[in-house]
């Protein structure tokens, strides 16, 4: 099999910016003010995720500054939530290094914790996709987004499950960031095509005479091999190391670009195809979506024509699905099922969908797992999605406080065509570099755009149709 490489120079060259490793060995030097961030991180986050749960609900009257939970309800998914998406994007994990306060938690505590061994059964690299799939159809099951209860159920229990780990195992370090977080797997996707990285100079490193300093690496990253940012926080830390570690720019992108089938993590991949592209359109979508309500309602009739109603009944307990009587919210049995129905069916469809023409394509290139490595390449449509459905819960409360939204379809419009275009330009970057031969792109290319048209069809239909 003719496996030729075409260099990547003519397609994505590096974009060397001045003045990065100035900053970056700047940060290395200011861990104590980043250390002190951290901490009023850390309590405002404990206060926020805590005392709305409680308050008695707001009135619907009630702005962002008129109540302490609409505050915090704009505070978590207004800003938190859209932003930390989009900053992964462009400054890679950077918010995992200075501001997570989980992160910050786990690896303070793990000073003092057992420092045991974390067992092989905890560092299954699927981990991130399962949590990722469950706190995203559990929050919608209890409207997370409008709630403050559920928020301190989800956010506040990952919160303790984080401390558990720090006390439970390594010394200094973020292992649960490294392999349990819920949304680890998306950050470590999303900071593979951030324009900002730590990059290593090998021959550097090895002609160094510079005295090694211990380095405390808390996501544990192999620094001296380390050649992309999934895993890396940001941190600085070791900028400078040995002369031959720095901040440094590099085209957006790029890591994929380069990324080969095999060095492709599988997980990562299906985490894009099903998860990103799938489970968490399904999530943003489902209430929005006219079909779903044509389809409960047959259902509900077709229910009360035989004289089922116990589907019909209210759920009462408020951590199974929403159920807030006093403000006139509460599902049914049905309303629930209809929900995870939805979201699944979504998932279902548009992850196949996506796989499938992955696969097409990977016939054609004739490159075993060539798919995992493409569906990387789907990261910008699948991360600017996501930032757009978190966007909506901050305009969805920018409204009612008199904020003009006359912007909004053509901000969408630009931000789709921004996602489209970014992973299409990879795709092709990738193909050109990695195929064979040309006849074998002319099958590939096509397969991987029709990969991007269905998931683009949906956020189209949700913003310009429904
Ligand atoms: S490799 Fe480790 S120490 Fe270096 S910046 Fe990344 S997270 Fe920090």
Redesign the pocket.
Known sequence: MNTRVIPIQPVISPAPVAGLAALGDWLRRSRRPILAVQWIVVVAYAGLVAVPAFLPLPPDSAGILDHLTRFAQFAFWGIWWPFVILSIMVLGRAWC?FLCPEGALTEWVSRYGAGGRMPRLLRWSGWPFVAFVMTTVYGQMLSVYEYPKPVLLILGGSTLAAIAVGLLYGREKRLWCRHLCPVSGVFAILARISPLH?RVDRDAWAHSGAKAER?N???L?H?KS?TGGAD????????GHKDA?SLAARWPGREVAETTPDAAPVWQSRLVAWGMLGVAAGAFQWSASPWLVAIKETLATALVERGWLAPLQEVVHWWLFTSYPEVNDAFSWLDGAMLIGYIAVTAIVLGAWVSGWLYVAERALKLPRARHALALTLTPFAGLTIFLGLFSLTTSQLGPEGVSLAWLPELRALVLTIAVLWSVVLSFAWVRRHAPTSARKVIAIPATLLALALPFATWWILFYRW
């Open positions: 290094g730590y380095i690496c808390a996501p990253v620094i380390m890396c926080h940001m941190c600085a830390r070791c900028s570690i």
